[in-house]
C-alpha cells in the first residue's frame, strides 16, 4: 500500500514546521530559566561556552554537553566597537565575561560603553537578537548589575 507524495503536501509541512522563535544556534542557550549552555568535562570539571565535545584543558572526550551556566559576572576585558556593517547599531561594546562558576563568555554589554568597567558586575540577559524567515532569533547579552548609590 503506497500513497503518491505530492510537492503541495512538502511545502504545507514546511511552513507549519517553523517556530515562533527559536536560539541563534541549537544547544546554545534555554529561556526557562534563561541561561546559557555550556559544556562540563567529567576529567577534571573544566566548563566551557560554548559547548564542544572534547576538553581543550585535559584533552579528555569525557564531557557532558547542556550544563546550565551561571548567570552572573564580572567584565575582564572590552572594546569598543564604533564601526559595523548596515542595520547594527553603534556603538556598542563587546566583553569577556567571567561568570561566577568560571566561564569565560565573549558577549555584548548593555548600556552605555563609555561608562563600563573591568570587573564591572554584570547580569545575564536572553532576548530576541534578531529575526530571520518570520522566526524571532533569541540571543543573549549581559546587562550592567545596578551599582550600590556611593556613599
Ligand atoms: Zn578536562
Known sequence: MSAPMSSQGLSAIAETAAPASRPLRDGLLQTDPPRLLGSACR???TRLFPARDFCPACGS???EGGVPL???GT???FTVVRQAPPGRETPYSLAYIDLADGVRVMAQVTGDPDALRIDMPVQLDIRPVGRRDGCDLIGYVFVPSLLPEAA
Do not use: L
Open 75 to 77: 567584565v575582564y576585558s
Open 43 to 45: 576529567a577534571c570539571s
Open 70 to 72: 551561571a548567570t552572573a
Open 61 to 63: 572526550d569525557d564531557v
